[in-house]
């Protein structure tokens, strides 16, 4: 098949003209004009919307195209296109149709160029915003012009979509061999490359006034990182608001961590009608014997304190783990009764001491005592039954946040989840909000209030990383169904997760402005990005945050690379989420696609650490 020769000049769109007038391309004979950087933003703006056009952009488009148009939103993502390479290219240059240009691109990056090539050639016309955005931003990034009345023509013609693939086809592999196989897709699974496979996500994200993470004082914690002070939100802050989100939306499948299991299994024995001293005996006595030690004491004040008896450790088990182990018990209640009698000499006397509530011997002797004296009433059998309870075989929020239960050999489950405290960008200076309760019920005759009170607080733009070992939740959960879904639940909770310190006081519910997904073979945290604080620039913290983290990325892509020039990575792929940040001229992450939907750069990548 032959490539139609694209439109002359002096037959190029109208639209196309305008766009160059835009771009500041100068008239023949004429010198170049400065573009106008704020009108190719607005066009550019159109990528980011799911219905292809930006109401900026209308302003521009509306006299060329309307909602009668068949080729309506072609045209509006064309405009997006031009915008998006002529934000860091100067036009003017003779171009090349968008075939021949990756083929340009594939003499010194064919990994990336076989890989654009083939999600245009597989992508149907409705769905060719992603891929087209993908290769233009490639093409962009190493400089390389394009003919942009030829794209018009393959965008905007009435042709059907088959022939413009096969003409993209044509020209990319018109003076190459014809492959043996379709293009590489990097979408091979961890075990066959054979290699660690890493999911990263980076985020930067602006919290207004906030105390997203208190420390003893009740002051936002901070941290000095460059020698200058910054915000800081835990890491344990934020897992712990990560795994109730997954709780909530599949319980199920996620466990329980609490030091009252034995409280628990006593209630579930009340309720089948055997008394609560007796039934808290016996479950301490169980949970000693199986290795923890246990305590009774006060807990509570005032008129709901109470006697309780709880672990000394967290444990992290099922949610069904009390019921289970109260079923036991009820099952073999005599047995169990007289053993726990034995275990205690008889008397029964420790249930309410206030102190190790099992035995008067040393933590360790009790537990060793407990066990023999469970196996010589149940056998080694029931005991390992038992001990089975507490395994964590298929939750997901043990095998993403691992669990550290030493009691119990072989208990320990190594996380497949690192996540980094998060910090601000920049330095930051505590605000303090004075305030005042007035009581409605004062006399009219008295003035004052009924309380004075002083909070700080503190704003700004964080970092937030996480890394996920994909083999690590592979050895754990086994299925690939699970480990998908415990990696998109992950994702999900990290895209979207919502503090709550302080937030009936402050409503801190943003959502990250830039997102960064990669699959790596080795983590890689990008926070030395901002050992130099950022300064506020044209589009404040946000976009200043955005470009040193750009910057630091692509220094360190291609100081990581291997000779034959691949990234250290297997993808990229990011999500620029808000204005300032898009407005950057020429911001660009290397060997990165860009993907308009947070959520689609999170799968995306995960398709290719899966497979």
Request: some cysteine; glycine content about 8%; charged content about 20%.
């Amino acid at each position: 098949m032959t490539d139609p020769a694209a439109p002359a000049a002096s037959s190029s769109p109208p639209l196309l003209r305008y766009l160059l007038d835009l771009a500041g391309a100068p008239p023949v004979g004429r010198r170049m004009v400065l573009p106008d950087r704020s009108g190719l933003a607005q066009l550019r703006r159109s990528l980011s919307y799911p219905d292809g056009i930006a109401p900026d952009a209308v302003l521009h488009l509306g006299r060329f195209t309307g909602p009668h148009d068949p080729h309506e939103t072609d045209r509006y993502l064309f405009a997006a296109l031009f915008a998006l390479w002529h934000t860091s290219n100067a036009p003017g240059r003779p171009g090349r149709r968008l075939g021949s240009a990756l083929r340009q691109l594939a003499q010194t990056d064919a990994r990336r160029a076989d890989t654009q090539m083939h999600r245009l050639l597989t992508t149907p016309r409705r769905y060719i915003a992603v891929p087209s955005r993908a290769a233009v931003s490639a093409l962009a990034n190493a400089a390389i012009p394009l003919h942009w009345a030829g794209l018009y023509y393959d965008l905007c013609g009435s042709g059907p979509w088959l022939e413009t693939q096969r003409r993209w086809a044509h020209q990319y592999w018109s003076d190459q061999r014809a492959p043996s196989r379709a293009p590489a897709v990097n979408t091979v699974t961890p075990s066959r490359r054979g290699a660690q496979v890493i999911v990263e996500l980076h985020a930067l994200q602006y919290f207004p006034v906030n105390n997203l993470n208190r420390d003893d004082t009740g002051a936002p914690k901070t941290t000095t990182l460059g020698g200058e002070t910054r915000a800081r939100w835990s890491t344990q802050s934020q897992k712990r608001l990560m795994r109730e989100a997954i709780m909530k939306t599949d319980p199920d499948r996620c466990g329980t961590r609490t030091r009252w299991l034995p409280e628990h299994v006593a209630a579930f024995l009340v309720g089948q009608g055997h008394p609560y001293d007796e039934a808290v005996s016996m479950a301490a006595f169980l949970f000693t014997a199986l290795g923890f030690q246990t305590e009774r004491d006060d807990y509570g004040q005032g008129p709901d304190a109470r006697e309780g008896t709880r672990t000394n450790v967290l444990i992290f088990c099922r949610t069904d783990s009390a019921a289970r182990f109260a079923a036991f018990l009820h099952e073999h209640w005599a047995q169990a009764r007289d053993a726990a009698a034995a275990f205690q000499g008889g008397s029964g006397g420790a249930r309410s001491r206030r102190r190790t509530a099992t035995a008067d011997a040393e933590p360790q002797d009790a537990r060793k005592v407990a066990r023999a004296q469970f196996e010589t009433t149940f056998g080694q059998k029931t005991f390992d039954s038992q001990r089975r309870v507490l395994d964590p075989d298929g939750l997901i929020d043990i095998a993403l946040f691992g669990r550290m239960l030493s009691e119990l050999p072989g208990a320990n489950v190594d996380a497949a989840v690192n996540v980094a405290h998060a910090v601000t960008t920049h330095t930051i200076n505590l605000d303090f909000d004075y305030y005042t309760a007035i009581d409605d019920g004062t006399p009219k005759d008295l003035a004052g209030v009924g309380m004075i009170g002083v909070q700080p607080y503190t704003s700004g733009v964080y970092y937030r990383y996480l890394s996920l070992d994909i083999e690590t939740l592979a050895t754990r959960l086994g299925d690939p169904d699970q480990v998908r879904y415990a990696a998109e639940a992950l994702g999900r909770t990290f895209l979207h997760l919502r503090p709550r310190a302080k937030a009936t006081n402050s409503a801190p519910f943003t959502r990250p402005g830039l997102l960064l997904a990669v699959a790596a073979t080795a983590p890689h945290n990008l926070a030395s990005a901002f050992v130099r604080p950022v300064e506020p620039g044209r589009g404040g913290l946000l976009a200043a945050s955005a470009d040193a983290l750009a910057r630091h990325w692509n220094s360190y892509v291609r100081g990581y690379s291997t000779p034959d020039g691949q990234p250290p990575f297997r993808d990229a792929r990011y999500s620029i989420l808000n204005p300032d940040v898009d407005d950057l001229p020429d911001l660009a992450f290397d060997h990165a696609d860009p993907v308009t939907l947070a959520d689609k750069t999170i799968s995306a990548v995960l398709d290719s650490a899966l497979g």
